[in-house]
C-alpha cells in the first residue's frame, strides 16, 4: 500500500514538474514567435480566423441577449426601490468584470480547445511529431506558439467586442421601457466603467487565453499511440480548461478586491 501511495505521489510530482516546465517552454518560445518563419506564422493567422473571427458573431449576439436581459429585468426591479441609477454599475459589473469574460472563455473553449487538442493528438498518433522533430523543427515553437498567442488574442478581442455589444445594446432597450437621451444612458454609463475594471477584464481575457491555449496543446500532446485516445484527450482539454478558467477567475476576483 505504501508502494502505491509512494508511485502515485510520485508520478504527481513529476506530472506539476513537467506541465511547469512546458508552460515555461510556450512562454520563451512565444516571445520569439514573429522572427520565424511564415509557415508558423501561418498558424497564429489560421487560429485568429477560426478562434476570432468565426467565433465573433456568436459572441456579439449572446452580448446583445445578456445586456438586453439584464437591463429588461435589472431596471424595473431597482426603479421599484426608487435606485434605478445602480443599474449602470450593475451592467458593468456583470457585462465587462464578472460574467462576461467568463462566458467568452467558456465559448472558445467548446470551440477552440476541443479541436486544438484534437488536432495535435492526430498528429501525435499519425507521427508527424516524430516526423518534425526528424527534420529538426521544435513542434513547441511551430505548432503551440502560434495556438498559444492566436488564442490569447482572440479571447482578448472577443471579450470587448462581448463588452460594448452587451453595453450599447440596452441603450435601444432604453428607448422602449422607458425613452431617456442617449447623452444621458451613456453618461450613466461611462461614470460606472472604471480604469480598474477595464484593466480587470483585460487581464481575465488573457489569463484565460493562456489558460485554454495551454489546456488544449498539453492535453494533444499527451496522446500516446492509439488513435483512440484523440477524443478522449479532446473531452479532457475542455473539462479541464474550464476548470481552470473558474479557479483563475477566482483568484483574479479576490486580488482585485483586496
Do not use: W
Not at 4 to 12: C, D, L
Not at 53 to 76: C, D, K
Amino acid at each position: 500500500m505504501f508502494e502505491a501511495i509512494g508511485e502515485f505521489v510520485k508520478n504527481k510530482i513529476k506530472n506539476i514538474l513537467y506541465a511547469f516546465g512546458y508552460i515555461g517552454r510556450i512562454l520563451t518560445s512565444s516571445l520569439s514567435f514573429f522572427s520565424k518563419g511564415k509557415p508558423s506564422r501561418k498558424i497564429f493567422i489560421m487560429q485568429l480566423l477560426f478562434t476570432f473571427v468565426e467565433a465573433m458573431p456568436l459572441v456579439i449576439v449572446v452580448g446583445l441577449a445578456l445586456g438586453s436581459v439584464i437591463y429588461v429585468i435589472g431596471y424595473p426591479f431597482l426603479q421599484s426601490l426608487g435606485q434605478s441609477s445602480v443599474i449602470y454599475s450593475l451592467m458593468v459589473l456583470i457585462i465587462s468584470r464578472e460574467l462576461g469574460p467568463v462566458l467568452v472563455a467558456f465559448i472558445v473553449t467548446a470551440r477552440s480547445a476541443n479541436a486544438i487538442s484534437t488536432e495535435i493528438g492526430g498528429m501525435v498518433s499519425d507521427h508527424e511529431i516524430e516526423s518534425y522533430i526528424s527534420v529538426g523543427v521544435d513542434p513547441v515553437e511551430h505548432l503551440v506558439a502560434p495556438r498559444f498567442l492566436g488564442v490569447t488574442a482572440s479571447v482578448f478581442l472577443l471579450n470587448l467586442y462581448f463588452s460594448f455589444a452587451g453595453l450599447l445594446a440596452p441603450s435601444l432597450i432604453v428607448q422602449l421601457i422607458n425613452p431617456i437621451a442617449f447623452n444621458d444612458y451613456f453618461l450613466g454609463l461611462f461614470q460606472n466603467l472604471t480604469i480598474r475594471t477595464i484593466l480587470v477584464s483585460c487581464l481575465k481575457s488573457l489569463v484565460f487565453g493562456n489558460v485554454i491555449s495551454i489546456c488544449a496543446t498539453y492535453y494533444g500532446f499527451s496522446v500516446e499511440r492509439a488513435s483512440t485516445e484523440v477524443p478522449v484527450v479532446g473531452i479532457k482539454a475542455v473539462g479541464k480548461s474550464m476548470l481552470f478558467i473558474i479557479i483563475s477567475d477566482v483568484i483574479i476576483t479576490a486580488v482585485s478586491y483586496i
